[in-house]
């Protein structure tokens, strides 16, 4: 296992982003400082064996890898209501023999807000409530908008965010791409995503409205107890020329896609407590995949290792 340094460090700028985060969502000491609202369950993955020609990556060759998956919503509020418009994750932990692991983090959007670490700064001053309203400055934002023509796709993809019937009726991307590398290292650039076998299911703003503040987690354990949650891990090949390096690019819906494997989500983990505490890292990789050259995947490990401190500190 290895959690690739990123290139360029921004130890200060991920203090700063932190900091900002907790000015955005308000300050909840031990909680993360995003996705603060989320629950573990126990599962499986069934690789088809379809990656095995592009990546030596143990967790995709062809045996089944117990997981641990956290299903969480956007907000750093711990408390925020499960029918608020916002974005949603799924992080998966596959856990290798040996202790080694390896996680895939995704979120219900297929593109990200800013393309660089610093870009994602100018976002959060931008988004900050103002003192007055207690609202973000309609204006301000407007201004971040028109200065990052890049970000529109997902302010827009933030905007128009579905409110689910269930964490398990959500497309998940993990947005950036990753390098795939097969047994004579040759390299492959791939962007990942979960296909729900339930189908995408959403709700009317009505329906919506009649929902509990903690219907997603009490929906899927009813689900649980009566159904199998099931997710298709889809991945996209890149062609040679398409975008590594910017989160904010979707590639052409032409390209090449193969099934890798199936996410059997099988009941709630039974030391919640213990497996909240642990950081899902997008950089925490095994040999056969590589970070891309994207910049702000290449800066979430030191962003999340800040949180991570605050948190398990009880700050
Ligand atoms: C510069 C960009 C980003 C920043 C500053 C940021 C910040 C954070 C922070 C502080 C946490 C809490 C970490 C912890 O305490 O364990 C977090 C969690 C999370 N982020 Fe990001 N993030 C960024 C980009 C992204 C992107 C592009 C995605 C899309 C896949 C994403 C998806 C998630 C998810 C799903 C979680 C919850 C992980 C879990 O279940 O533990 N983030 N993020």
Known sequence: MSVQPPDGAHPQLAVDIVDRLEWVSGLYPGYRRAHAKGSCY??????????????????????????????????????????????????????????????????????????????????????????????????????????HAEAMRGLRAVKNTPIPVSYATIRYWAVHAFIWLDKMRRRTAVRYRWEPEAGVQQLSDERASEKSPTYLSDELADRLASTTVAFQLKVQIAEPGDPTDDCTVLWPNDRAEITAGRLLVTGPVEDQAKWDRRMFDPTRLVPGIELSDDPVLRFRGQVYSVSHGRRTQGK
């Open 42 to 147: 126990r599962a499986v993955f069934l690789p088809t064996g379809a990656a095995a020609e592009y990546t030596t990556a143990a967790h995709l060759q062809g045996d089944p890898v117990p997981a641990t998956v956290r299903f969480s919503n956007f907000s750093g509020n711990p408390y925020i209501w499960d029918r608020t418009r916002s974005a949603r994750g799924l992080s998966v932990a596959f856990h290798l023999p040996g202790g080694v692991a390896t996680d895939l983090v995704s979120v219900s959007q297929p593109v990200f807000v800013a393309a660089t670490p610093q870009a994602f700064r100018n976002f959060l001053e931008a988004a900050e409530p103002n003192m007055f309203t207690g609202s973000p400055d309609p204006e301000v934002v407007r201004r971040y908008a028109t200065e």
